[in-house]
């Protein structure tokens, strides 16, 4: 305020103002020629502050500041510097100077009561050390908790006693620099000789380098300047400041120290717009031995571990660009700037409260932590199971007095963003426009030979079962493969639904209204179903008697309906994307990064599909939806079955048929004739094997053959079975074929009735009733 007084005087005086001390950023917007700051202003290390936050990947920040115009001038441009590195506020904490021990304490303890962890601290020396004695007192420097404060507290770091550097150990500080130069140390240890007691800091370098370039300045226009006043014209009544006369050498003295350069004990003079241009910062870690160097920050740079103003390729927000830190607690751990705080109140969960699909949530009352169930709340407590650390939450039913369902899902999720909720679970999508009032986590969601016997007669009948399985099936497929089309759903594009005008069903309360009507569906056209069980009526009702002819709703839920009913539905491509299901968290919540990794743990294990089994149990005949290849074709595993029992069969005939063979031969191996070696007799049973078995079925029916076959030559009345040989050469013999394809006989027919010449209609006619029993004969054969 003083310094605000002042420049409004050197308006009227013409005068120019220098300041090393006033460094708040609201006087820079003055823009009046006549002012000069030889001090960085504050907003400058607000780079460097935002830098450090990115480079250890800290989500939330909370900025504890003085409650003058010194503190929260800078608060606008460390908010901003926050945000470009993905980093927001949550609370200010607001001190007033003359703050009590009391007040301190109370505020420093509603902090503990929240999870974030880091703070920037923006005060001078006198309250700052208030504040970190109080924090080491209530246990707030202690592991995983993160302080930085800014150049208004670490230009200062000389001047604090041991005490309070005892209970800011492991903060972290931005500090002004100024390189080390043999000037620098000459005037340090002048300094020190005649002010023993006095610390030099950074505000005495730039208050030397002031004079400095005022003396130069003044010096240039000694040859011109005659520093007079020129008196205006004042009344009476006026006060003494408008008695101010203006000066005659101003402009010019404000031109030459705008033009004023040399290395001054702070760095390089150089005034630009007024502004002492400060590019590094030290960035300093309070350890037992005082303040520690860990590195620089520049503009153009970033972080560096070592200052090099020559590369200037690459601009560094990576931790390893600094030295090892002893954080507070004395730990050599990076904290991950938040947690969930063990003397506050638990997390409140939201849980929706709906009718239907009560696999994924299902809310009972009376309500309790254990009255909520489903796949949503299964994977929810899965994911928290697989954090490294514990968190303590409680479940909020989204309902009214009734237990009802208090609202849409939309109005669900913005309970999480007007703060009557601490995060939101269930089956809630992934919505480009719920996203810009809330943070989603990862989706958790959603892409044959000679027969010789009966033993033989029984396998082939087997196989011959298997070969006729295997041909009807392989038909079947043939078939099914040709008649495809049959089989896809009748309707599979918008449009049709649209030009026919057919009706069609979503789930209650679902974004799927609104992008119906966005494509122009009639309101009159929509049908809402609660359940798979509805919506099984609506489909089964058909759009001509009020059902549908299609429904649009998410994966999930379709899943789930097919799995109960697979044998008359399918499901197409969908028409619109949607990211699936995911837990919903206020903006920047530094749990999303967690939860999301943790939900990437339980999805790749094993865990998700023993979830899945439990609330999504599938009919067994139904194909997995998951696999949009799913065919009914038949392999050789749907024949296993079919090829054990042949095989089994096969066997059992060979081992009977052989352990009948080698009982018929147990004379060969019981022969007394001790002279025949055992490989002998075992070459006895073998050349005995393949001979003919003339008391086979074969053999016998042979011999038959042949007997009547002599018979018939013998004695024409025979008895016997006709035989196929015989009617071939029966056939052969008596007739031929005419052109017209007319059989007809030989002229003199010795066995034609009476012995009489038969004629071509007799022969014809004995061709009628012959010749087809002759095929019927020859046909097996």
Not at 605 to 612: A, L, R, V, W
Not at 625 to 637: A, I, T
Request: overall charge negative; some cysteine.
């Amino acid at each position: 305020m003083e310094t605000n007084f002042i420049i409004d005087l050197r308006e009227k005086a013409q005068v120019p103002i220098i300041t090393f001390s006033a460094k708040s950023p609201s006087l820079a917007s003055l823009r009046s020629s006549y002012f000069f700051r030889v001090a960085a202003n504050d907003s400058a290390q607000v780079g460097a502050i935002g830098a450090i936050v990115k480079a250890f990947g800290w989500r939330q920040v909370v900025p504890i500041y003085v409650d003058n115009e010194y503190g929260e001038g800078v608060i606008p441009y460390l908010t901003d510097a926050l945000q470009a590195v993905d980093a927001r506020v949550p609370y200010r904490s607001v001190i007033p100077p003359a703050a009590s021990d009391d007040y301190i304490t109370a505020e420093l303890y509603k902090l503990m009561t929240m999870p974030t962890r880091v703070f920037v601290v923006h005060m001078l020396p006198d309250l700052g050390s208030r504040i970190f004695a109080k924090a080491e007192e209530i246990g707030m420097m202690s592991d995983g908790y993160v302080w930085i404060v800014t150049d208004g507290i670490s230009d200062f770091m000389s001047t604090l006693n041991s005490s309070v550097l005892e209970s800011m150990l492991g903060i972290l500080g931005v500090k002004s620099y100024a390189p080390k130069t043999k000037a620098l140390e000459n005037f340090t240890t002048r300094f020190h000789r005649e002010n023993p007691t006095v610390p030099l800091v950074v505000f005495g370098l730039w208050a030397y380098d002031t004079v400095f370039a005022l003396a130069i300045a003044v010096e240039e226009i000694t040859k011109t300047a005659n520093f007079n006043f020129k008196r205006t014209n004042f009344s009476r009544n006026s006060t003494d400041l408008e008695s101010f006369g203006i000066s005659e050498d101003g402009p010019e003295l404000v031109e030459a120290l705008s033009r004023t350069r040399f290395r001054g004990l702070s760095g390089d003079f150089k005034l630009v717009n007024g502004q002492l241009q400060t590019p590094t910062y030290e960035i300093i870690n309070v350890n037992g031995s005082g303040e520690r160097r860990l590195g620089f920050w520049t503009f153009e740079s970033g972080l560096m571990r070592k200052l090099d103003l020559r590369n200037r390729s690459t601009y560094s927000t990576s931790n390893t660009s600094l030295g090892p830190i002893i954080w507070p607690g004395d730990s050599n751990s990076i904290p991950k700037g938040w947690q969930i705080p063990t003397q506050g109140k638990r997390l409140k969960i939201g849980v929706p409260v709906k009718k239907g699909f009560e696999e994924f949530v299902n809310v009972s009352f009376p309500f309790s932590n254990d009255t909520v169930t489903g796949y949503s709340i299964d994977v929810f407590k899965a994911v928290l199971g697989a954090l490294p650390y514990s968190v303590s939450f409680e479940f909020v039913p989204f309902a009214n007095a009734q237990g009802k369902a208090a609202g849409t899902y939309n109005d669900f999720v913005y309970q999480v963003f007007v703060g009557n909720l601490d995060a939101a679970i269930g089956d809630i999508t992934i919505r480009a426009n719920r996203s810009l009032y809330v943070d989603f986590t990862l989706p958790y969601t959603e892409s044959g030979e000679k027969v010789v016997s009966n033993l033989a007669r029984f396998v082939v009948i087997i196989w011959c079962f298997v070969v006729l399985i295997l041909t009807q099936s392989y038909t079947a497929s043939l078939t099914s493969l040709l008649t495809v089309q049959q089989l896809q759903p009748r309707v599979t594009d918008v449009n049709q639904l649209l030009k026919n005008r057919e009706n069609v069903g979503f789930q209650s309360g679902s974004f799927v209204e609104g992008i119906l009507k966005q494509l122009g569906f009639d309101e009159s056209q929509f049908k809402r179903y609660n359940s798979p069980e509805e919506l099984y009526k609506l489909f089964a009702n058909g759009s001509r008697k009020g059902g549908i002819s299609a429904a649009f709703d998410e994966n999930p839920y379709m899943k789930l309906f097919l799995a109960k009913y697979c044998s008359k539905f399918t499901m197409v491509e969908p028409t619109f994307k949607a990211d699936g299901f995911a837990f919903v968290f206020p903006k920047g919540s530094p749990l999303v990064p967690d939860i999301s990794r943790a939900i990437l743990t339980v999805t790749e294990g094993n865990q998700m599909k023993d979830i899945e089994k439990i609330w999504f149990k599938k009919e067994p005949s139904c194909p997995d939806p998951n696999n949009k290849y799913y065919s009914q074709s038949l392999g050789l595993e749907s024949f296993k079955g079919l090829f054990l029992i042949a095989g089994i069969t096969s066997l059992s005939a060979l081992i009977i048929y052989v352990a009948m063979f080698l009982y018929e031969q147990r004379d060969v191996f019981m022969s007394s004739d001790l002279e025949a070696s055992l490989w002998k007799r075992i070459q006895t049973v073998f050349i005995n094997f393949d001979q003919k078995d003339l008391r086979s079925h074969t053999f016998k029916k042979s011999e038959v053959g042949d007997r009547c076959i002599a018979d018939v030559v013998s004695s024409p009345n025979t008895n016997c079975p006709p035989s196929p040989s015989s009617y071939s050469v029966h056939t052969d013999s008596n007739f031929v074929f005419t052109e017209q394809g007319t059989p007809s006989g030989t002229e003199n027919d010795p066995t034609s009735p009476n012995g009489a010449q038969s004629t071509d209609e007799e022969i014809v006619s004995d061709v009628e009733l012959t010749f087809p029993r002759q095929m019927t004969s020859i046909t097996p054969y």
